[in-house]
């Protein structure tokens, strides 16, 4: 596809259990990004990853969260044993790697809630 | 010095009006600032952006003003319309790779008509 898709789009989970979600970034795009956006707040970064280079998870707000990518493909984030303060978007965005290109793609997100 | 302040949270601005958002930052690192809109249900989508060697940049009805000095950067929507309704964000980021894009905490438009 044309743009950065993400699935499930909705995932309604009980309290406690993981969850696994995917981000397919566009094409050729070696940065991936993924936020987090509680109902009606802004967007709170979780991990960055750029090439091969060592990813930034400095936003990863606990080690419930983690996030892989396997080279410049797809990139899961999972929550483990999730809480009810998980619920939110989790938005991806992916952008060609450095110079003048740094405008990040957007994925519609994937609404999570926590039962 | 990784944040960014966005002002105000939420702003009402009748048709034709100019809309005017706020940003600030800490890091004079920061080289590349774009604005994003983002409409219910649907991904955030890049407005318009700018370097800091330039005050200004232009497009459409979309205006952004940047005060290097002051580390402030501003959006100005001319002549807004209903369909302008959507949350607004800035960002920020250093322009090279290893570096995310950190993002104000929005502003939510609405254009009465």
């Known amino acids: 596809g044309a743009g950065v898709s993400q699935s499930p789009s909705n995932k309604v989970t009980e309290k406690g259990k993981d969850v696994e979600l995917r981000c397919d970034p566009i094409?050729?795009?070696?940065?991936l990004y993924w936020y987090r956006q509680r109902l009606g707040q802004g967007l709170e970064f979780l991990i960055y990853?750029?090439?091969?280079?060592?990813?930034?998870k400095s936003g990863l707000p606990s080690d419930r969260f983690s996030a892989e990518r396997t080279g410049e493909s797809v990139s899961t984030l999972t929550i483990q044993r999730t809480q009810q303060e998980d619920s939110a978007v989790y938005l991806c965005?992916?952008?060609?790697?450095?110079?003048?290109?740094?405008?990040?793609?957007f994925g519609q997100g994937t609404r999570l809630t926590v039962v | 010095q990784q944040q960014v302040k966005q002002s105000p949270q939420s702003l009402i601005v009748q048709k034709g009006g100019i809309s005017i958002i706020n940003c600030a930052y800490e890091?004079?690192?920061?080289?590349?600032f774009p604005w994003y809109q983002q409409f219910p249900g649907k991904g955030p989508a890049l407005l318009i952006a700018?370097?800091?060697?330039?005050s200004e940049k232009k497009e459409g009805r979309f205006t952004i003003s940047f005060n290097k000095s002051a580390k402030q950067f501003s959006l100005h929507i001319m002549d807004s319309q209903p369909g302008d309704s959507a949350t607004y964000f800035c960002?920020?980021?250093?322009?090279?790779?290893?570096?995310?894009?950190?993002f104000g905490k929005g502003t939510t438009l609405s254009v009465s008509s």
């Open positions: 965005a992916s952008s060609l790697r450095g110079g003048k290109n740094t405008e990040a793609f």
């Open positions: 094409s050729g795009h070696t940065a």
């Open positions: 990853f750029q090439g091969n280079s060592a990813p930034d």
């Open positions: 890091n004079t690192a920061f080289d590349y």
């Open positions: 700018i370097r800091p060697d330039v």
């Open positions: 960002a920020a980021t250093l322009n090279q790779a290893g570096t995310a894009l950190i």
